[in-house]
């Protein structure tokens, strides 16, 4: 098994669907994250979790909630999305977040709203 | 608030030879760690190389190594002897306390049989 397995790999939803994207990693890692990857964007930084308690929360909509019941799991549930929110969601996990540690991705979930 | 800048969307290198790619980032923070990552296209991310910013030694991890020039806010990474598996793209990120990531735009790097 890779480190960090997300699922699914590939998402389309339409703007009232209610979807999950899940992230499972088998590092005993403490440290989970989602990013966001847009087409000619920056990677940006949804959600931190340390300990399964969220630490950061970067601004993002509300129609976007992590849920992380476990340090192994992290997931993102999705409802009433828009098209602009079309992006390769990355999930990320470190042993710790220290400003050295590395950190781990996985495959990310390719999501299309339409 | 810090910053990643990436100037060069996309580089082209021939296989055996040397190719350089910018990074300038912007920062208040003393202490901070720099990275370069790779994405193929697999799509996931893998630690090429970090440097840490009290470091004056440059990192080096085999065929990759870094110019890290911390009064001009410059981290470049050299790849020499580049090899078609070294296609991809290549994000600078900065990072310094709670382990969160600030990347660049990202350099595709072609190379070329």
């Known amino acids: 098994e890779t480190g960090v397995t997300q699922t699914p790999r590939h998402l389309v939803m339409g703007m009232t669907n209610k979807k999950s994207l899940k992230c499972e990693q088998h590092?005993?890692?403490?440290?989970m994250y989602w990013y966001k990857q847009s087409a000619k964007k920056p990677l940006e930084l949804m959600f931190v979790?340390?300990?399964?308690?969220?630490?950061e929360n970067n601004s993002v909509p509300s129609r976007f909630s992590p849920e992380c019941p476990n340090s192994s799991h992290l997931f993102l549930h999705l409802h009433t999305l828009q098209p602009e929110d079309s992006a390769l969601y990355l999930c990320?996990?470190?042993?710790?977040?220290?400003?050295?540690?590395?950190?781990?991705f996985g495959q990310g979930t390719r999501l299309t709203v339409v | 608030a810090q910053t990643v800048t990436q100037s060069q969307p996309e580089m082209s290198v021939q296989e055996a030879e040397t190719v350089t790619l910018s990074c300038t980032y912007d920062?208040?923070?003393?202490?901070?760690?720099l990275f370069w990552y790779k994405q193929p296209p697999s799509r996931q991310m893998i630690l090429v190389i970090r440097?840490?910013?009290?470091?004056?030694q440059n990192a080096t991890e085999n065929r990759f190594s870094v110019n890290f020039q911390k009064a001009a806010k410059s981290f470049s990474l050299k790849i020499s002897d580049s090899q078609l598996g070294d296609a991809a793209m290549y994000f600078c990120?900065?990072?310094?306390?709670?382990?969160?990531?600030?990347f660049g735009g990202g350099t595709r790097l072609m190379v070329k049989p």
């Open positions: 920062t208040s923070e003393s202490d901070y760690y």
């Open positions: 440097q840490e910013a009290y470091k004056q």
């Open positions: 590092l005993g890692h403490n440290a």
């Open positions: 979790y340390s300990l399964e308690e969220r630490v």
């Open positions: 990320a996990s470190s042993q710790d977040t220290f400003m050295n540690t590395e950190a781990f």
């Open positions: 990120a900065l990072n310094n306390a709670g382990n969160m990531l600030t």
